[in-house]
């Protein structure tokens, strides 16, 4: 019986051994690989020039309200990484975006919220531009390829916020006005 005990013991030991090594390597390298594989994945969805300048559908009103408020540009991003996103010459109402040696057709779509969302017209990638930062996503691998793109008016943005006085939050108790009993 102890020995099946100590067998038992040794056996839990090299289990648990190895399921914190595997632990450590999936914390380790698991970013690493799900970066990869979101850059695989952007690079097969790729479009070249030519098809950057094939005919796409008209745009809609929607469409073009939200292509005015697409910010055209650079951006600088997270990691010394860029983004720019230019309008179509071939197109009204659709952007080129590029990110290193990867480029896609984007379609601009305006959400309730305000957020402006770029989306590739094969649905592969999505940019994501909110009022201080934008985002570019692997929409099949569900991944961001890259974020903490900021441009210019991002960057104003930013500034004029940090500028003005903090509000008082939910929980914060000394801005709530003292009770009378």
């Not at 690493?32 to 690079?43: D, E, F, I, V």
């Not at 020039?49 to 408020?69: F, G, I, V």
């Not at 720019?84 to 071939?90: C, Y």
């Not at 009022?131 to 996503?137: A, C, F, I, R, V």
């Amino acid at each position: 019986m102890r020995q099946h005990a100590r067998r038992y013991q040794r056996i839990r030991t090299l289990a648990l051994s190895a399921g914190v090594v595997l632990g450590m390597m999936a914390a380790t390298f698991g970013p690493q690989m799900a970066h990869a594989a979101a850059l695989k994945s952007a690079k097969k969805s790729r479009v070249n020039t030519n098809e950057q300048n094939a005919k796409q559908p008209d745009a809609s009103p929607e469409q073009l309200q939200a292509a005015e408020r697409v910010l055209v540009g650079s951006y600088e991003c997270e990691f010394g990484k860029r983004v720019s996103v230019a309008r179509n010459p071939a197109n009204s109402g659709y952007f080129n975006l590029n990110f290193g040696s990867q480029s896609w057709l984007m379609k601009p779509v305006l959400t309730q919220t305000g957020t402006i969302r770029l989306e590739d017209v094969k649905g592969a990638t999505l940019m994501i531009q909110i009022l201080t930062k934008s985002m570019l996503m692997d929409v099949k691998a569900g991944h961001r390829v890259v974020d903490g793109c900021v441009h210019d008016v991002q960057r104003a943005a930013q500034a004029d916020l940090d500028k003005q006085p903090p509000r008082p939050g939910l929980f914060d108790t000394a801005a709530a006005p003292a009770e009378k009993n």
